[in-house]
């Protein structure tokens, strides 16, 4: 296999990372809109917290991706294409849910509207890794040379861990996780409460970065982690306490005689 692997249609040859990443942001935006519960939200508060949503992955990202390397992000502040040019999955998620929780007080909604996101954030996700890894070593996300059989020549003679495949797996296990709670609860076995297949996603999902990111080739300044484990570690401590406070209130997951 060469990489990048491009997308060849006869009349024109199209790069990875841009079909998969478009496929990604369509599939995941239709799945919302066929699955989220219509009750929970009007249409019109929907789409202002998509804007917050939006808004905050965009910030979120692009903010994260700055503090991978903060020497050379200073080195480089005014180099347009520099600061544009790269982004991360982790600051997305964390700055989509401040803009999300923000835009819930501006409207005044007080009901979780997490749950809806999950699986179809699943799913772009899993989409977009596709295009990761078959871009190769240009997009930046494999992980660190390895002797496992799994490890992966992506053009330059060395093997590497596929650290893109290893997080679809990862989502996948993830969303059926998801998908039996949803069903446990739908029967009537546990008692679900609103959000917490949203926290169940988050939290695996920064429980798997914190620990994948240290076979990832990324400068590590931070006491040997590196930014994007840090910003796991803040969202994992935002979602225990989350919990505990769910947790005191009433239970979370009552059996039913299973």
Request: charged share 15%; with cysteine; glycine share 12%.
């Amino acid at each position: 296999m060469t990489f990048p692997v491009y997308i060849d249609l006869g009349f024109i040859r199209l790069h990875p990372h841009l079909v998969f990443e478009a496929l990604a942001y369509f599939i995941g935006f239709r799945l919302y809109l066929y699955t989220r519960s219509k009750e929970k939200l009007q249409a019109s508060q929907a789409l202002w917290v998509l804007v917050g949503a939006t808004l905050g992955a965009a910030a979120g990202s692009k903010a994260l991706y700055w503090l991978e390397d903060p020497a050379l992000t200073l080195q480089r502040w005014n180099d347009m294409t520099y600061l544009m040019e790269g982004k991360t999955i982790v600051g997305g998620l964390l700055g989509g849910l401040i803009g999300v929780e923000w835009t819930k007080k501006r409207i005044g909604h007080t009901r979780s509207t997490g749950d809806d996101m999950a699986l179809p954030l699943l799913a772009g996700m899993m989409i977009g890794r596709i295009g990761c890894f078959l871009t190769g070593l240009d997009d930046h996300t494999y992980g660190t040379p390895t002797g496992w059989v799994t490890g992966v020549d992506f053009g330059d003679g060395i093997l590497r861990h596929p650290t893109q495949l290893y997080e679809i797996a990862f989502l996948l296990l993830l969303g059926i996780t998801i998908l039996v709670m949803k069903n446990r609860a739908r029967l009537g076995r546990v008692h679900l409460p609103d959000g917490m297949s949203f926290i169940t996603f988050m939290g695996g999902y920064l429980l798997f970065r914190l620990l994948i990111d240290f076979i990832k080739p990324t400068p590590h300044p931070y006491a040997g982690l590196n930014n994007i484990q840090l910003a796991c570690i803040a969202g994992l401590i935002y979602y225990i306490l989350l919990l505990r406070r769910k947790f005191s209130a009433k239970p979370t997951l009552i059996g039913k005689g299973t």
